[in-house]
């Protein structure tokens, strides 16, 4: 994300075509008077912005069994209560972005913290498990108010080599929010302090994101597309019906025991992404603006980079939720002890994030292969350790490969987002990276669904190990996808 990146003269202009929207980030000035500039307390600010958000959709997985026990939730409704925050994520992004675009990154921004502390203190009051549901769905709603506008204000605010780490350090806290959920829910469960016990998993939110909210006051600048665009209606129904057709039956039906809605909405969901591609296209045609841009799909950084987050976010998704089970089922260890068995993957991915800039402005794109290979290394390792002796498997027999796949995934997590956002308009910030943190919510999700049903489903008669082994080995498939993803990139990001 290296090329600085200018206020286009029209959002029009912008998305016309791959060659117009390259040629209107250099329509103005970086340096012009107008130009937003982030600071570092204002980086600092959104940084702690995206955390949060990121931070919540897994640090509820370890508490899920203690809300069970106080709520009498039963297994569907706490796969809702995962669920409904993952699917108003990820449906609401793209919108939350154009809204960044519309009133502005900063104003959007302060009403995203104050949302998501209001529902984050519903959450930590529920009174039953349903309410628990509609309040952790109203939390991924506001958290997509928030999170793109992060990413808006970056791409936006900052330009060169600031651009490329503030995007570095961007894609570090993504990463190691998941892992810090997975400890820090376990230890808040078990610390159950003032009697909290799970509820603290959510009031933990409320003080972070008023500070959030304040500090946005202080030290963010505003900033927003030079031209306001009016709201694209039919593609956001369009979209978020074909993301809920696809997400609900994946995150649902195996819970309700494979309905006939969840085969419906499942058959659904291709024709209503195709309808949402023929309106995006008819719109852009006749001169409106949609709320996915079809030229900023055309951009090359765009289109690959989409490409890798598929299968990179899902494999990651998967890989936090069933090492959880695995760990707390078959291992028996307790929240925090599983928690813990994750610390090498956090260390491993941000020394990787750390190191990542100097070795992208060294090295390219390569870093995202050589992650991809390391990452690969690192779950054949962990396979290896959990076929060799479940019996005898530890967090620290699975330290080596648990270390490695962290380290890989940080050297291509961190850059994916330089290069998905390299290109795209200063005016369409806040629409790229809508689309940028829909598509890794939407990953994540996938990849809680697909690998978690499958292992759920097979370990009673696979066994833990060989179903743990296998899921794996399906991760291992998309990281040899990454890889070869990676060669097509640019060698040079900037």
């Known amino acids: 994300m290296t090329q600085p990146l200018t206020l286009a003269k029209s959002t029009k202009a912008s998305s016309a075509s791959p060659s117009s929207a390259a040629s209107a980030t250099s329509a103005g000035s970086p340096s012009a008077p107008s130009s937003p500039t982030l600071g570092t307390a204002g980086l600092i600010t959104v940084l ?148 909290t016990g799970w509820r603290s998993v959510f009031l933990l939110n409320v003080p972070f994101a008023l500070l959030a909210l304040v500090l946005a006051l202080r030290y963010v600048p505003e900033s927003r597309a030079e031209q306001a665009a009016k709201v694209d209606v039919a593609g956001t129904v369009l979209l978020t019906a074909a993301l809920l057709a696809l997400l609900v039956p994946l995150m649902e039906g195996r819970a309700a025991g494979w309905p006939l809605w969840s085969w419906v909405l499942l058959a659904l969901f291709p024709v209503l992404a195709t309808a949402f591609a023929l309106v995006e296209r008819r719109a852009e045609r006749n001169g409106d603006t949609p709320l996915v841009p079809p030229a900023l799909l055309r951009i090359p950084e765009m289109r690959r980079g989409l490409g890798i987050a598929l299968p990179f976010f899902g494999g990651f998704g998967g890989f936090m939720f069933v090492i959880a089970v695995a760990l707390q089922q078959g291992l028996h260890l307790g929240p925090v002890a599983a928690g813990w068995a994750l610390v090498p993957m956090a260390v491993g991915y941000f020394s990787a994030s750390l190191s990542g800039p100097r070795l992208i402005g060294r090295f390219g794109s390569r870093v995202l292969t050589a992650g991809a290979a390391i990452q690969a290394l690192g779950l054949v390792t962990l396979a290896v350790t959990v076929l060799a002796d479940w019996d005898a498997l530890s967090p ?49 999700a996938l990849g809680v669904a697909t690998l978690g049903s499958l292992y759920l489903s097979l370990s009673p008669s696979l066994g833990l190990d060989r179903t743990l082994a296998l899921c794996l080995g399906i991760q291992l498939l998309g990281s040899f996808t990454v890889l070869y993803l990676t060669t097509r990139l640019p060698r040079s990001i900037g």
């Open 396 to 444: 620290l027999r699975m330290a080596p490969g648990v270390a490695l796949a962290g380290i890989g995934q940080g050297l291509i997590g961190t850059p994916l987002f330089r290069v998905v956002l390299s290109k795209v308009p200063a005016a369409r910030a806040g629409v790229g990276s809508g689309v940028l943190a829909t598509s890794q919510q939407a990953s994540l």
């Open 48 to 195: 702690l912005g995206a955390f949060l958000p990121m931070l919540d959709f897994f640090i509820v997985n370890v508490a899920l069994p203690t809300i069970d026990q106080d709520l009498a939730a039963g297994p569907a409704v706490l796969e809702l209560v995962a669920a409904g925050y993952g699917i108003t994520f990820a449906v609401l992004l793209v919108l939350g972005g154009r809204l960044g675009d519309i009133f502005g990154r900063r104003r959007l921004f302060v009403a995203g913290a104050a949302t998501f502390a209001l529902t984050s203190l519903a959450c930590g009051l529920a009174p039953g498990a349903w309410t628990l549901v509609a309040a952790r769905a109203a939390q991924g709603a506001s958290a997509a108010l928030l999170i793109p506008q992060v990413l808006g204000t970056i791409t936006a605010a900052t330009h060169g080599a600031r651009r490329g780490r503030a995007l570095s350090v961007y894609g570090a806290v993504g990463g190691i929010s998941v892992v810090i959920g997975q400890v820090l829910g376990g230890m808040l469960v078990a610390a159950d302090l003032f009697g």
